[in-house]
């Protein structure tokens, strides 16, 4: 069965200290793992999507990485502004439609 | 470009009524998905729509659910009758192509009393 676990479940942070979150994952034939970003009361918002072992994708403060078995999301120098739930999904080769299975995500706080 | 769209923001129903929930996908937005996330547990997978076919619906927990997506423009989710269990938040999502980097909107709070 398709599985992802994120870790830390919340993670707090000084404003400019660097983290990182983890994302593993077990699937039949990996198509595509993906990041969200949740702010409160709003709706996932897409980040990167990554398609194989090696791939590495940046935004801003943020980096993913992805290997055989776990995908990190880097936070460099974090400022408020990017505390938010950081949710971890993927697509299995099993799906032939865009279902994802999510992992429960990782809450972070950044401090001023 | 507007948003996904989706109403009310917020339902209180008792235990054996009817909600119905709507959600306005972008504009030619063909893929268009529900998600529910009930409290303490990750975002689940409900149903995926094709235009106006159902293209995936493994995810719909049982009968008592019933989506529909008229015309392959809005689409709306009923629960008929509510139990306390389908309390959560209910999020719709659309895309252009079938790759999941789509764009949700931002749910439903349904609490079911």
């Known amino acids: 069965e398709d599985q992802v676990t994120q870790s830390p479940e919340a993670l707090r942070l000084q404003e400019g200290e660097s983290s990182s979150l983890n994302c593993s994952y077990t699937?039949?034939?990996?198509?595509?793992l993906f990041w969200y970003r949740q702010d409160p009361g709003k709706g996932p918002e897409f980040l990167f999507t990554?398609?194989?072992a090696g791939e590495e994708k940046e935004k801003e403060r943020l980096k993913a990485t992805l290997t055989k078995k776990e995908s990190f999301l880097h936070i460099t120098a974090p400022k408020p502004e990017d505390s938010a739930t950081y949710l971890c999904?993927?697509?299995?080769?099993?799906?032939?439609?865009?279902?994802?299975?999510f992992g429960q995500g990782t809450t972070l706080q950044v401090k001023p | 470009e507007a948003g996904v769209t989706q109403f009310p923001s917020h339902s209180v129903i008792e235990k054996g009524q009817t909600v119905t929930l709507r959600c306005d996908p972008i504009?030619?937005?063909?893929?268009l998905y529900w998600y529910r996330r009930v409290m303490g547990k990750e975002i689940k997978f409900l149903l995926h729509?094709?235009?106006?076919?159902?293209?995936?619906e493994s995810g719909m927990p049982n009968n008592r659910f019933l989506a529909e997506r008229t015309g392959g423009t809005y689409s709306t989710l009923k629960v008929q009758p509510a139990e306390l269990e389908d309390s959560g938040v209910y999020f719709c999502?659309?895309?252009?192509?079938?790759?999941?980097?789509?764009?949700f909107g931002s749910g439903t709070r349904l609490t079911v009393v």
């Open positions: 504009s030619g937005h063909d893929n």
């Open positions: 729509f094709v235009k106006e076919s159902k293209q995936d």
């Open positions: 990554l398609y194989s």
């Open positions: 999502a659309s895309s252009q192509g079938a790759s999941p980097s789509y764009t």
């Open positions: 999904a993927v697509q299995g080769g099993s799906s032939n439609t865009g279902k994802l299975i």
């Open positions: 699937v039949s034939g990996l198509r595509g």
